[in-house]
């Protein structure tokens, strides 16, 4: 259980295709140089697996009784996560929209637990995640994940990243890349 060199990280994501350079059209309609695709460098059970020892090695509270993620982006690295603290994995999903526990999946109250994410952006799965946990009892200790991209905002409770990127994201007219008469691209609407 070791940490990983922020360097060999950033190679690593950049090589697997999960960091991308260029000039993205974002889903919140702002302009980016960057894109991060983390699925990509989860696909590598090995590098997913290293990544949840080093996120256990980094951590300093107390251990979890259980890690919990919100799928579908916290699936893989919340599940090693628990392989590497030796507790359970569980999952929320959204049914109707709504962040909830199914498949059987239960909560005892008192019960200590992380989640994982892939990458904190806005923080909302989180906290939907942690809604979900404080509603049967279970009380959130902490929070993880590979990618802090959240910027001056924090989560209510203490939180380990392995890598926090400060990506720009600016509206289309202050965007130095369109001055420039870059094309921009929208993630998803060719093969990374
Ligand atoms: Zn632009």
């Not at 070791?2 to 994501?13: D, G, N, R, S």
């Not at 909302?124 to 009892?137: D, F, P």
């Not at 910027?151 to 965007?175: N, V």
Request: charged share 20%; glycine share 10%.
């Amino acid at each position: 259980m070791t940490a990983i060199p922020e360097a060999e990280l950033k190679a690593y994501l950049s090589s697997s295709g999960a960091f991308l350079d260029g000039h993205f059209l974002l889903s919140s309609g702002l302009h980016s140089p960057n894109y991060v695709q983390c699925a990509l460098a989860l696909k590598d059970p090995a590098w997913a697996g290293r990544m949840g020892a080093a996120l256990v090695s980094a951590w300093k509270g107390p251990k979890p009784d259980l890690v919990l993620s919100p799928a579908m982006g916290g699936l893989i690295i919340g599940h090693e996560v628990a392989r590497a603290f030796g507790v359970d994995f569980l999952f929320t999903e959204r049914e109707n929209n709504v962040m909830t526990l199914r498949r059987g999946f239960a909560l005892k109250p008192g019960q200590k637990l992380i989640i994982v994410e892939d990458v904190f952006t806005t923080g909302k799965s989180t906290l939907e995640t942690a809604a979900v946990a404080g509603g049967r009892g279970a009380v959130v200790i902490g929070a993880m994940s590979v990618i802090n991209r959240m910027g001056s905002k924090a989560l209510p409770f203490p939180s380990e990243s392995l890598l926090k990127l400060d990506l720009t994201a600016l509206p289309a007219e202050q965007c130095p890349l369109c001055r420039a008469g870059s094309p921009v691209v929208k993630p998803g609407s060719r093969k990374f």
